[in-house]
Each structure stands twice: as C-alpha cells, then as structure tokens.
C-alpha cells in the first residue's frame, strides 16, 4: 500500500516546571488513550518553543489504514509511545544545551529518536498486521528534525542523520563484531543462528535484514570511536547501545515478518536485540 508524504506538524512540549509539566503530558496521552483516542503524534498546539528549539516529527496516525478493533489498544498505546519519545526528546535538548560538537544534537538526539521511532511504527504495523494488511511505509515517518526557527516544516538538518560507512564484510554480529578501537567494540548476539529455516520466498528479504544487522554494528563501532569523551558515565548506553538495540529490535521484527508471510513467524528474536560494550 502506498503511503502519502509525511505531514510535519510541530509537537510543543512546555517544559514548565521541568518535571510537573510531563507529568501532565503523560496524563493528557493516558486519558486520550482511556477514551479510545489516538493521541497522534503531531498536534500543533502540543509543544512549547523551548531555548535551544524543538523537535518536529511526522504525523503517525492520520497515515495509519483503518485500524481493526482488535489492535486498536496496542496501536493507541504505540501512539502515545511516540508522544512520550518526542517530549523525552525535546527535554533532552533543553538539558544538554552545550554539550558535544556540533553534530551532538544529530547524533545523540535525533538520531536514537529516530530508531525508537522505528520500533515503535514497525510494532503497529504488526499489530494492525495480525488481522488486517500490514501497512507498509510507515518507516519514512520515523526521521525528525531540529526546528530552531518556529517553522513547521524540515530544516536543513539531515533528520536523525549520521555519518556512516560501509557494511562490515563479515562482522558475524557475535562477540568479535567491530574492530580493536582501544576504547572496546560492540557485541551482539548471533541473529543467524537462532532463525528457523527461511522460506525460499523470504530468503533474500531474510538476507538483506541480516546484513543491516551487521551494518548496524559497523556504525555504533565508529559511532564509539568518534565520540570518545562525550557526555556523562551514561553516554555509551544512551546514545550508542540504546539506539542500537532500538534499530536491531525494528531489523529482526522485519526478519520475524518476512519469515511468517509463508511459514510460522518466528517469536522470541527481540531478545536478541541488546548488545553489550566490551573492552
């Protein structure tokens, strides 16, 4: 099914007060979702201009297909999982002020939004999957951007962009997956192994994911290097493991997916998602 072009509409989270005014977000999200509302992901009025500017993503629901009764309550819920990622995001923003180069806002923001973002829209294809059509191309309204100039609309920030580089010729996603940086690699479970046999009709879509995998890994090895000395103690987890998993937990829902259009779907593989830094 063919998917209209995203519709940026500015999500504006007040910071007032730093921690009440979320708690009243999240109330406002609860209740809409209570009501059998999809709280969306874009109204116009939801967000404050906050000092260092803020996020604007696409609108998710108005692009979603009817969606069956029996999926309406995960699909809520994934909507309002993409409210609260905008306005952890935009708090983000306003608590980082200064921190980083000048692609921090890329690459420690935007970015591992953006890869919750595609969890998040790939959990309510599946939901909506199970009895109805699968929608496809909901991943293009995953990228937001930096809005510093009151405008609805994308700026010049490549959205969630960062640099990468070509897919590790064989970083297996085991143990020894990246290179010998001095400042430790990723490591990942083994996807491959722990598939059921793939369908002919799904082999090459199957092939594709598992190579993203190994990309995926390649970039977060760099992603590791480049960014020697930012942020806090916590920084390698929440920017780099974080947004990694984010991305393998979309890749191997996509691998679960093309399995079971011909045969069982294969369950359980989101535990192999999360990876660990070793030194």
């Known amino acids: 099914m063919s998917r209209a072009l995203p519709k940026y509409n500015k999500r504006r989270v007040g910071l007032i007060g730093g921690a009440a005014a979320l708690a009243l977000s999240g109330a406002v999200i609860a209740g809409s979702a209570l009501a059998g509302e999809s709280s969306g992901d874009g109204d116009a009025d939801a967000r404050t201009l906050a000092g260092p500017g803020t996020i604007s993503c696409p609108d998710v629901a108005p692009e979603l297909p009817a969606v069956p009764a029996t999926a309406r309550a995960e699909v809520d819920r994934n909507l309002a999982d993409l409210d609260k990622q905008i306005a952890e995001a935009d708090k983000r923003l306003v608590d980082t002020v200064g921190q980083g180069g000048p692609d921090f806002v890329k690459n420690a923001i935007l970015g591992p939004l953006e890869d919750k973002r595609v969890a998040t829209v790939n959990r309510i294809a599946t939901a909506i999957g199970r009895t109805a059509e699968r929608p496809t191309g909901l991943d293009a309204l995953a990228p937001c951007s930096l809005d510093t100039e009151g405008s609805a609309g994308q700026d010049d920030t490549d959205p969630g962009g960062e640099a990468t580089t070509p897919p590790a010729e064989d970083a297996g996603q085991g143990a020894a997956a990246g290179n010998d940086t001095g400042v430790g690699t990723i490591s990942c479970p083994d996807v491959a192994p722990e598939l059921p046999a793939v369908p002919a009709a799904a082999r090459a879509e199957v092939d594709r994911n598992l190579a993203d995998l190994d990309k995926q890994i390649?970039?977060?090895?760099?992603?590791?290097?480049?960014?020697?000395?930012?942020?806090?103690?916590?920084?390698?987890?929440?920017?780099?493991?974080?947004?990694?998993?984010?991305?393998?937990?979309?890749?191997?829902?996509?691998?679960?997916?093309?399995?079971?259009?011909?045969?069982?779907?294969?369950?359980?593989?989101?535990?192999?998602?999360?990876?660990?830094?070793?030194?």
């Open 218 to 279: 390649a970039e977060a090895d760099k992603r590791l290097v480049d960014t020697v000395g930012q942020g806090g103690p916590d920084f390698v987890k929440n920017a780099i493991l974080g947004p990694l998993e984010d991305k393998r937990v979309a890749t191997v829902n996509r691998i679960a997916t093309a399995i079971g259009r011909t045969a069982e779907r294969p369950t359980g593989l989101d535990s192999l998602a999360a990876c660990t830094l070793t030194k």
